[in-house]
């Protein structure tokens, strides 16, 4: 922990964790939705619990946190070459943050009332 | 002259496998480095210190050591950067130490040979015919990665090495995708092989330390990065070609 980098990185990690995690309670809610109906109300009720919603919560942090990081670095990743000079980092994020802008906006357009 | 400043040496003997740190207080200048402390203390209160340098410009990477915990190359480094110190001096982590500051290459240099740091050919062109030509762009794509200059404190950063000794490395693993992009190559599928083995670039869990902590910003981990993409390239386009040939 004397590096700030190496904690990000344990940080990056483990927030891919709680990702996995909100995978599995999602698939449970398509599981559920197969189901009869009262097991969906009760995983409905399960969700609305005050622990879910606080992992929830958590998780949207976590996966906001992993996204932001993950596009961030692409550039690193990416040596992309125009006229013998090499496309800004900035160029190669920026689509990334748009287009993950636009898919959560979408999200929250669908979802929200 | 005028200033005091204490240095906390680490000093190792092999024989005796003893370890302690060492206080030298000592006068120093203004434009002093580490390095200059160092080789102050060898020729002027103790000679038995034992440190490796050679040309005091940051060009030969003999002189990485850690200082204050961090990995640093010491002819770069002023010691008024670290005041009013102390500044404690250890030997480059992650490596056998030799003696007090001076570590064992011996692994490194064998991580080195086995990448094929040199240009390959299928076949040498007669030197009658002249020297293998290479526009400015191609030359762009890999110039920042020659400038490494071994120091291995990409090496002493990285905490992939020192939990799996094998990992080739970040210094290493960047020449290899340096000549892997120089146009005048023809051994990238070669240097693949060793690179994309379990001891090669998937290894790396892009921490990013290395590139922080070299003193000639070639960022070994982007190139780490760079030569991943290469490589599932390379597999995609060898699993293409092998279906192709099956028809």
Same mark, same amino acid.
């Given at each position: ?46 969700? =609305?619990? +005050? $622990?879910?919603? @606080? !992992? ?7 996966? /906001? ?27 190669? =994020?920026? +689509? $990334?943050?748009? @287009? !993950? ?7 929250? /357009?669908?979802?929200?009332? | ?247």
């Amino acid at each position: 922990m004397r590096r700030p980098r190496y904690c990000m990185v344990f940080v990056r990690e483990v927030t891919a964790i709680f990702v996995v995690a909100y995978v599995i309670v999602l698939l449970s809610l398509v599981v559920s939705v197969g189901g009869d109906p009262e097991s969906y109300e009760a995983f409905r009720d399960f969700l =609305a619990s +005050p $622990g879910m919603l @606080v !992992f929830g919560v958590i998780t949207l942090l976590f996966t /906001l946190f992993h996204s932001v990081t993950f596009i961030s670095l692409i550039p690193r990743g990416m040596a992309v070459w125009r006229n013998g000079k090499r496309v800004p980092a900035s160029t190669i =994020a920026g +689509p $990334g943050f748009v @287009v !993950f802008a636009a898919v959560v906006a979408v999200v929250l /357009l669908v979802l929200l009332p | 002259m005028g200033s005091k400043v204490t240095f906390e040496v680490f000093r190792f003997d092999s024989e005796t496998e003893e370890s302690s740190y060492q206080d030298f207080e000592m006068e120093y200048e203004d434009e002093w480095v580490i390095l200059d402390g160092l080789n102050y203390i060898k020729g002027f209160i103790d000679g038995s210190l034992s440190h490796r340098w050679s040309c005091r410009m940051g060009v030969c990477g003999s002189c990485g050591m850690i200082v204050n915990g961090y990995p640093t190359l010491t002819c770069s480094t002023f010691i008024r950067d670290y005041l009013p110190g102390p500044i404690r001096v250890e030997p480059l982590t992650n490596f056998k130490v030799e003696r007090d500051l001076i570590v064992n290459l011996d692994d490194f240099l064998r991580k080195l040979q086995q990448i094929s740091p040199w240009i390959v050919r299928d076949e040498e062109r007669a030197i009658e015919h002249g020297e293998y030509l290479q526009t400015p762009a191609e030359l762009a794509t890999f110039k920042q990665f020659t400038l490494c200059i071994n120091c291995m404190l990409c090496y002493s950063a990285c905490p992939v090495v020192s939990h799996e000794l094998n990992f080739i490395g970040p210094a290493v693993l960047t020449l290899g995708h340096r000549y892997n992009l120089d146009s005048r190559d023809q051994g990238a599928d070669m240097r693949l092989d060793e690179m994309l083995s379990s001891d090669g670039i998937w290894s790396c869990t892009f921490v990013g330390e290395c590139s922080q902590v070299c003193p000639k910003h070639v960022d070994p981990a982007g190139a780490i990065q760079q030569s991943k993409v290469s490589g599932v390239m390379a597999y995609f386009k060898s699993f293409v070609m092998s279906s192709g040939s099956r028809e």
